[in-house]
């Protein structure tokens, strides 16, 4: 093997392993070769390093080390109800160690006078305090104490016997074989200044900590690690991004005339310092690349229709681009208002728009006699050319892969559409720089005046006379509701039925009131049927699934009812309450859930009666569910962190980041002779190419 390739050793040749084990390890843990093993890191540490005396061991301590000398050695019970029974006594006192399983063995390593270091967690039974299936091993005089490193293992992985101590083992042997050709990866100018140890010690303590000291010091440098090369990725994007020429967009007239005669509300001062924010980006000649993050009911979409009109005044075309039929039309349905106001063409294209609609809209895109086109993942098909898009639109863009957005992207004549990324979900600012690094950020953290909060209500079963009571006031008060049912991919034959069973529930209880129903099997023409009607007014109360967490606009609906509440995330609630408040009547959110919950559910529960404010729930969101599963991006490894933490771990993203801003902006091309650790590094990690891109 020669040496430089080490690290690219499979571990089926590592002595115990083979083909067999190795196929497993692969496919439970991700492991192939040396490499992955070493980053697989240890999730806690067991402490070693003290020893209790025996008369201190309480319950109360979890697991402890102790030493004593064996004073007897009994087995007792017969066959099946048979176990070990041990006496380990030192100066102050004796404590009973049991083993149920493998009693013959254990029988056989202990031997009574002999001294031994034992490792378990104490329980309290028949008014003794005692050890059940401790670790015992033969003392030794010059054995220190140490860090047990535990790993995280699977069901599949246990059964083959292949658990945390046989990683470990993996893990000593690779250790001893590699740690002499571990490079460094960060650049030494960088190491001296933020005082790091070497990578080589910082794996090995981060498997093997020599100290609390030693395990911190590892620990702080892999995090820093981490977080470098992931912004070094973000950041060298962006550098390339802003050498991408866009339509210089200077001129302002028709902006400024819709703003004077036409616009229907004052515009906050965060929705005015953000379209100044576009401004100043689309008439600089270079490509815009904007996320504006904005609550629910902040005013993200007359932002966005200002921003088009700058498109619109210097003759380039418009594409809005939706997750959902639902929120296209919603979008359509108010721009539509405002261009009528300025004679400014606008169409709508989705899944459903017929054949003769469509042939109509792609010829019109061509002529460029439509200069706005609102729309699902239909704008990016093959077939919808445009005759100069100067502007692209992507509303609640988690919902879209990289390939979609590319190809939106990819629809450029002689320059690259500027682009707008909008999400009505507040990203906590360690989430924003690590997803969206390479966008400009604009936040709209103001809510439009006169707007009353939502009163948020936590309920459960027992009070469900009491809500029906409370919507059968709204009703004759004139205003409409909401009833939520949740509908999980993993079960929705229950989930179904579950809504189905409310409706029949809710038209049981108020037959006297017009009941619309909403879900995802419906067709789309029966969607709209019953929306319609909502809108209208026709139906009172609207039985749906989580399909009208976006897009829905209805003022007069002032209650939504989110039944088993428990069963959504935090944001996604705090999306769907957003659907009520939209009017001038005081609006309400009720929580219906069983009444025992998990320690998370009432945490989430706590946070969403407690505030109103989305960038408050999205940073509680990150502490309790992580940024995977917050923003949709497990499945697609970008957010695949070893040892960092986006919730705890700010200090360290926001130090990683300015190191590696220093160095695209100096060495964009990584060329001079002390940044060449950052090449040997990404060459040696193919995951690390810095052409990477989650939005494009």
């Known amino acids: 093997m020669i040496e430089k390739n080490i690290f690219e050793t499979k571990i089926e040749f590592i002595k115990g392993v083979g083909p067999k084990r190795a196929l497993i390890l692969n496919k439970e843990l991700g492991i192939f070769k040396f490499s992955d093993l070493l980053d697989y890191f240890p999730f806690r540490y067991e402490d070693r390093t003290l020893f209790v005396k025996i008369n201190k061991i309480t319950p109360s301590l979890g697991y402890v080390n102790f030493i004593g000398n064996v004073v ?17 006594k030192d100066e102050s006192g004796s404590i009973e160690l049991v083993w149920f399983k493998g009693v013959s063995w254990i029988e ?46 699977t069901e599949i992985l246990k059964k083959r016997y292949l658990n945390s101590t046989f990683i470990e083992k993996l893990m000593r042997f690779v250790l001893v074989k590699t740690y002499n050709s571990i490079p460094e990866s960060i650049p030494n100018h960088i190491m001296l200044k933020h005082s790091f140890i070497k990578k080589k010690d910082a794996l090995l303590n981060i498997h093997f900590p020599a100290s609390k000291a030693l395990l911190k010091k590892a620990v702080s440098f892999l995090k820093f690690e981490e977080f470098f090369y992931l912004q070094l990725k973000i950041l060298s994007l962006k550098k390339k991004r802003e050498a991408f020429s866009g339509y210089p967009f200077k001129k302002n007239l028709l902006l400024s005339k819709f703003y004077k005669k036409h616009i229907p509300f004052d515009l906050t001062e965060a929705q005015k310092r953000v379209v100044k924010e576009f401004y100043k980006d689309m008439s600089s000649g270079k490509q815009m690349n904007r996320l504006v993050q904005g609550d629910v009911g902040s005013g993200k979409t007359i932002v966005a229709f200002l921003c088009m009109l700058l498109a619109v005044e210097e003759d380039t075309q418009v594409a809005f681009m939706a997750p959902t039929e639902v929120l296209a039309e919603q ?37 460029d006699t439509i200069k706005i086109l609102v729309g699902t993942h239909s704008l990016i098909e093959n077939k919808v050319v445009f005759n100069k898009l100067g502007l692209a639109i992507i509303d609640e863009q988690h919902k879209f892969g990289v390939e979609q957005r590319a190809r939106l992207w990819g629809k450029k004549e002689r320059y690259y559409p500027h682009i707008l990324v909008m999400t009505a979900t507040p990203i906590p600012r360690t989430l924003a720089l690590t997803l969206y690094g390479d966008l400009d950020v604009s936040v709209i953290d103001e809510m439009p005046v006169g707007r009353k909060e939502i009163i948020t209500s936590h309920r459960n079963e027992n009070a469900r006379l009491r809500v029906f009571g409370f919507i059968k006031k709204t009703i004759e008060k004139g205003n409409q509701v909401y009833v939520v049912y949740p509908l999980i991919e993993e079960s929705k034959k229950q989930d179904y039925k579950d809504l189905m069973d409310g409706y029949e529930s809710f038209c049981r209880s108020f037959p006297q009131t017009p009941i619309g129903v909403l879900h995802g099997k419906m067709k789309a023409k029966d969607k709209e049927f019953e929306m319609k009607r909502f809108k209208e007014g026709k ?75 989305g960038f408050k729930i999205a940073d509680i969101d990150l502490k309790i569910r992580g940024p995977g599963n917050l923003t949709g991006t497990q499945q697609s490894g970008v957010l695949d962190l070893k040892i960092g933490n986006l919730s705890e771990d700010s200090l360290v ?20 002779l002390k940044n060449k650790p950052i090449i040997n590094h990404v060459l040696k990690n193919k995951n690390l190419n810095l052409n990477w891109s989650r939005i494009s």
């Open 653 to 672: 993203l926001n130090l990683a980041r300015n190191e590696a801003k220093k160095i695209v902006l100096e060495d964009p091309a990584f060329k001079l």
């Open 539 to 613: 139906s009172k109360i609207l039985i749906s699934t989580t399909v009208i967490e976006v897009g829905v606009d209805v003022p007069n609906a002032t209650v939504m009812v989110i039944e088993s509440a428990e069963r959504f995330g935090l944001s996604q609630i705090h999306q769907l309450r957003g659907r009520v408040g939209r009017g001038e009547s005081q609006s309400y959110c009720i929580l219906m859930t069983k009444y025992k919950l998990s320690d998370d559910a009432k945490e989430r529960v706590k946070a969403l009666v407690g505030t109103s404010d």
């Open 108 to 153: 056989k390593k202990i031997s009574v006078g002999s001294k031994y270091n034992v490792f378990g967690k104490a329980t309290f039974f028949n008014n003794t305090t005692n050890i059940t299936h401790p670790e015992i091993s033969s003392f030794e005089a010059n054995k220190k104490g140490y860090f047990q490193p535990i790993y995280n293992t």
């Open 72 to 88: 007897s050695s009994k087995t007792v019970g017969y066959k099946r109800n048979k176990r070990l029974v041990v006496k380990l």
């Open 331 to 367: 979008h359509f349905s108010s721009i539509s208002n405002y261009c009528s106001l300025l004679g400014v063409t606008v169409e709508l294209l989705t899944g459903s728009t017929k054949t003769t609609k469509r042939n109509f809209i792609l010829d019109g895109l061509k002529k």
